[in-house]
């Protein structure tokens, strides 16, 4: 056996020497016919491929893919066949596969994956899937690949069951891995002909394939474009629902359901619940989804090492997915998928699994703070408790010193772990950090924040001082971001739920406020971030929590340095009067000839978030007149009684309700008494008329006295 391969080692170079010294192309030809022979055999090492290159470089091989008419007696594809052999030769060594003299034979490779197969052309067909992955696992070459074709290529390969389509399979999965996005922008089409065709198979196997479809499929569900914008996509998603109906409503094995509830939080995360259809069928079925992932939770979280088993993370992280689908489907009241019944009993299933996510996390060490899964844990956590505090609130109480630490850790430090699959974490949207553990913990904390035993715990723990921190450094991100982006941002959210934190201290915690430093700084920040904001149209709710709450801080601060007149501190009021005095409009009443109050234009989109505010805002307007010499002023220059003399007088008396005469009360007393000029504008204006009209006995009585 020695001696044969030494003579073919000999052959070998006896051909190289022939191919380098060749006079004609006859010659050369002999002797790659015998170096392909050599090639195609397997004995070839990496150091004799690179001499089989440096002996004919890419010239010849160019020349034999575009050559016609083989020679008399030769297979119609002889030509091509040798110059692919070679190419996939050349392939071999990672720095010729990413040359340009490859990556220009691209659509060649693709050319040759979809024409019609036969016994001779398999080889050819190898040697491009060869050529293909060896360009894959370059540097350029998923861009260059997507980027010419070759994704069409392979989805036709594979829908067409053609020679190879297994590796057509593979190559695509790779593809997606990489370049998702790219992929579906480019060929959408095509993508979903073979998820159509993956679905198909998925349904109507009934052997094990049906579950190695499962962790194929995940890879073929884009997030963008939705699936459910496409007749063609409904219809696969519908058999996937189908066959994941099929198979969760069997006895499984653990190795069995784990990808299949993978499959089904993928689809969740692409879908939401649209891809369950309504009725007593989709019902049950999303009620036995999260069944089976609370299950999955509290199985694999109550154990002592939950995660030691390979690929669990995985699983737990896929079953908060459809455990976040479940909290959401409890709460949906337009069109539910799930009945009263199913809500009250799915509520009682994902607390125990609940739970278990916190006996878990009261578990984490120091050093385990990183783990993308606590990540995952935290986030869910969060999700529920912006939903649900009546429960569990005795663990949760007892957990919060963990959260904000874990919250302040992320924030100083963020995380450079990658992160499991979760729906809000596909994108860092809006966030400043890889993982902002704090943003999915605000609307609990807002919750909590209303309570005195959580409150106190929070006020303990330094949480404070982190949301300051915090919506200092959102109001950066909400700054640098363009302008009038609508639906609001994940940093605006932040920051508006940071705002209902920071009310509901100043309401029930006033002490807090005056003695800690950090509402000094947060002041500063509201005094100056105002002013800017309001005219930005988009921004109106966020406008109003910054409105409201500077106002109520402000009548705790009021002997604080930076409200003392400062120009800081009359541009703040000045927008605040602005907001507060142009919420309201005189417009023509459909039941009669005359006028009535009505929200302005400007504010009617957003009235059902800011309305509560806005009342809030007047009281404390109203609480800050008193305590703010220079602000009737600024009440006088933005002619505001005025303007509101007018309204008042212009409208039906019946068209304003109580609680509106109640607000603009309250303003305008505290304004006549602090400020003469303030009280004469109003009696100028016909003030005294107007209170008898609306009965505003307390301003009636002000405006009377001498």
Known sequence: MASDAGDGTATL??????????????????????????????????????????????????????????????????????????????????ELAGHSQILNKIPTFNDILVSPCNPDTTTMIDDAYQCLSAIMATARGPRELVAKGTVSALCQAYVNCSYGSDRALTLLLGLLAIAEARCWQRDAPHLLAVLSKLSDDFLKTEDMTKFELCEVLPHFIPLSPPLTQDSRGCECLHRLYKGLANILGSKLSQSQRDPALKLAACLVQACGSEWIPPGSAGSKFLALLVNLACVEVRLTLEEPDPLEAEGKREVVTACYVLIEMGIQECLREEKPLLEEVQKMQLMRIMEEAFGAVIFYLRQVKQEELQDPFIFASVRILGVWMAEETSCLKQEICELLPFLVRYAKKHFKEGSPAASLPQPELVSTEGSGLPQDALRFLLPGFCHLTAEDRPRDILISEGAPALLCEYFLHQWEVLTSEPASLTPPTSTEMSLQTACGIFLNLVVTAPNLIRRDKTFSS????LLKSLPLLLPQKDHLVLAANIATLGLMMARILASSAVLQGTQSAKEFFGAAIRFLSQAHTAQADPGSDGLAVAVSPAYASAWADVRELWFLGMQALAGCVPLFPWLPQAVLQARWLEGLSELLTRVAPASVDFELIAAFQGVLVELARASKPCRDVILSHHGGEWANLYGMAALEQCLSEQ
Not at 35 to 60: M, S
């Open 522 to 525: 947060l002041m500063d920040i």
């Open 13 to 94: 170079k006896r051909c190289l020497g022939v191919l380098r010294d060749a006079r004609n192309d006859s010659e050369q030809f002999a002797a790659l016919l015998l170096v392909t022979k050599a090639v195609r055999a397997g004995e070839v090492d990496a150091k004799t491929r690179r001499q089989i290159f440096d002996a004919i470089g890419f010239t010849f091989p160019n020349r034999l893919l575009t050559s016609g008419k083989p020679p008399a007696g030769c297979p119609e594809h002889t030509f091509r066949a040798l110059g692919l052999t070679l190419l996939a030769c050349f392939c071999t060594d990672p």
